[in-house]
């Protein structure tokens, strides 16, 4: 099989993009990181470019092992120099020479003749070649240069001992189909190629950085440059993830393999996004958090069912522990209940059918469910109650200086009966709203809110305990409830009051993105809790009285 080597440049190219400079320490610890990813070379940095430059280059050669490790120097002997010594404590160091080839480089930035440039690139890898044994030159803006010119200057740079040729497709320019048969036309007309490495460097500013560097790899180049989650000048440069995993997912297509340990790729972009601060787009190929995330039904059912109905690779391969569901408005039944079965919510059909219905209100609202509104909501089904009494509608008026006031409609059966309070907060007017309506004799015992993530957008989650006051309790509340109703209220006629000993507690849950609706939920299951035993107790005491 025909090995690609990889040459990793996030510590130079890459990090020589605003945003993404990173001091020694800094570099040392990604440098470590892409040796555990098994690169074959790791370009620290342009030692001439600065003295922690410097720096950050020799603490590489002097501390990682495993990769080459290579320093980038213009053509200046300078340069070559800096480079040199800075990689001196290396165990197997590269220097990096380039000069640009393009008539519009050469005309306007390095204003010299394409004579002197063939000149500097010879005597730079010349001497570059009297410190180590591994050189490599770069034709800058190869792809903008004309060919029979880059033959000129890489044969004259093979005769001086380079042992990689490196084709830049500095600004992004080449297609596919143009850079593999300038990769062919070189191999063709360099006298004594095959003597050197072909190497590709491309720039993603058409988005073709990967398209064109496996085009190039298919037409005999033999080693990518790139950088982790594709940072670099510009747009970026070659995203090496892409590269290695395109390779190995598509070997049928290319058989060629590289040295990279894939499941270290995670772990590396992670520490580049720590190490930076800078986030990788969400859709980023491998690498983005939703590479290994599907929120459709239809692909979670899919995945549920056989990965690879909309997964190419395993998210291990990469190094990610598994993919992921994402629970939001376009998921299906499938879904919610296989991570309610992981979050240990075993559900009944019906009631999985409740909880997908909430589901889908609260999907509608939030973007994303979380385990713990998921949580929360089967938690509610958790503690069912038979629902006598059902919320149709509620208002609550409240801000810095108002009294806040609420109204509700509550029905049960074909009656609808409303009623508005006010109170000392928004809870207690809901409540005393609440209270007008049912009439029932009882006292918030507890009261608990709870958010359960930590986003705004999370879902409150509200606990309540009430307990039934004893009749004398309960007369001098309906007394001093203080609020207006349409004159009936649920109690009304019912001899709750009476039937079950005052004290007794009942526990509600309830869930919303809206804290006021889950405490209007929750008071009403512990309600209908209530009511369910005031029923049962009723038909005791009934079939008690019948059988006397
Ligand atoms: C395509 C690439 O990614 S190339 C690498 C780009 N990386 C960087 O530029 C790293 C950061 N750069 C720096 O720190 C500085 O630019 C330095 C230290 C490299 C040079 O700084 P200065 O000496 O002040 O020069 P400055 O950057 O202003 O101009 C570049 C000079 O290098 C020349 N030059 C550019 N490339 C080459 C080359 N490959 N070989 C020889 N000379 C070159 C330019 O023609 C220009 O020369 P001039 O001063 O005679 O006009
Ligand atoms: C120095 C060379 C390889 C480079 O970074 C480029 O051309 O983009």
């Known amino acids: 099989m025909e090995r690609v080597r990889i040459f990793d440049t996030t510590l130079r190219d890459g990090e020589q993009s605003p945003g993404f400079s990173m001091n020694q320490e800094e570099k040392l610890q990604l440098a470590r990181q892409l040796a555990r990813l098994q690169v074959d070379v790791i370009e620290a940095g342009f030692p001439i470019a600065s003295p922690g430059d410097f720096e950050g280059v020799r603490a590489v050669a002097r501390e990682v092992r495993g990769p080459v490790i290579a320093a980038l120097a213009r053509t200046h002997p300078a340069d070559v120099e800096a480079a040199a010594r800075a990689l001196e404590p290396a165990e197997r160091a590269r220097i990096h020479t380039f000069i640009a080839t393009s008539p519009i480089h050469m005309r306007h930035k390095l ?26 030159f770069s034709a800058e803006d190869a792809t903008r240069s004309d060919w029979d010119f880059l033959v000129r200057v890489f044969s004259a740079a093979l005769g001086a001992g380079a042992t990689t040729l490196n084709v ?7 297609t596919p189909e143009e850079y593999a048969a300038l990769i062919q036309h070189l191999r063709e007309e360099i006298p004594g190629c095959d003597r050197a490495v072909l190497s590709v460097h491309t720039h993603d500013d058409l988005g073709l950085a990967v398209a064109n560097a496996l085009a190039a790899v298919q037409a005999g180049a033999r080693q990518v440059e790139g950088t982790i989650n594709g940072i670099g000048e510009r747009a970026g440069n070659c995203s090496l993830e892409e590269v290695v995993m395109a390779l190995r997912t598509r070997h049928d297509r290319m058989p060629y393999d590289t040295g990279v340990e894939t499941t270290q790729i995670y772990p590396t972009s992670r520490l580049l996004v720590a190490l930076t601060g800078v986030e990788v787009q969400p859709n980023k190929a491998i690498v983005g958090a939703n590479a290994f995330a599907h929120e459709a039904g239809i692909h979670q059912d899919g995945v549920l069912k056989e990965r690879s109905t909309y997964e190419i690779m395993t998210p291990q391969s990469i190094g990610l522990a598994r993919n992921r569901l994402v629970l939001g408005k376009h998921s299906g039944r499938h879904a919610v209940r296989a991570r309610l ?15 997908y219905q909430r589901f889908l209100e609260v999907a509608d609202r939030k973007k994303v469910v979380t385990d713990g509104d998921l949580a929360a909501l089967a ?22 200086g108002v009294e806040p006031m609420a109204s509700v409609r509550l029905q049960r059966g ?5 009623a508005a309070a006010s109170g000392d907060g928004p809870v207690d007017a809901l409540y005393r709203a609440m209270d007008q309506v049912l009439g029932l004799g009882v006292e918030l015992a507890h009261y608990q809110l709870q958010a359960t993530g930590e986003g705004r957008d999370a879902l409150g989650q509200v606990t309540v305990r009430l307990r039934r006051r004893s009749p004398e309790e309960a007369r ?18 019912t001899d709750l009051a009476d039937s079950e000993p005052a004290g007794r507690e009942y526990v509600g849950h309830g869930s919303s993105t809206d804290i006021l609706e889950a405490s209007a939920r929750a008071y009403l299951q512990a309600v209908n809790k209530l009511l369910a035993d005031q029923a049962s107790a009723a038909s005791t005491v009934q079939a008690a009285s019948e059988a006397v």
């Open 414 to 418: 074909e009656e609808v009966l409303r």
């Open 341 to 355: 079965d992981e979050l240990g919510f075993h559900l009944a059909q019906e009631e999985l059918e409740r909880v």
């Open 111 to 136: 204003r010299k003749e394409p004579d002197e440039v063939v000149e500097m690139a010879v005597k730079a890898v010349a001497q570059a070649r009297r410190y180590v044994d591994d050189v490599e």
């Open 379 to 400: 938690g509610d089904e958790a503690h069912p109650a038979q629902e006598q009494v059902q919320l149709v509608h509620f208002q609550v008026s409240t801000g810095t």
């Open 476 to 493: 001098g509340q309906q007394a001093g409830n203080g609020g207006t109703s349409n004159g009936a209220h649920l109690g009304a006629g």
């Open 168 to 174: 830049p497709d500095t600004v992004g320019y080449t």
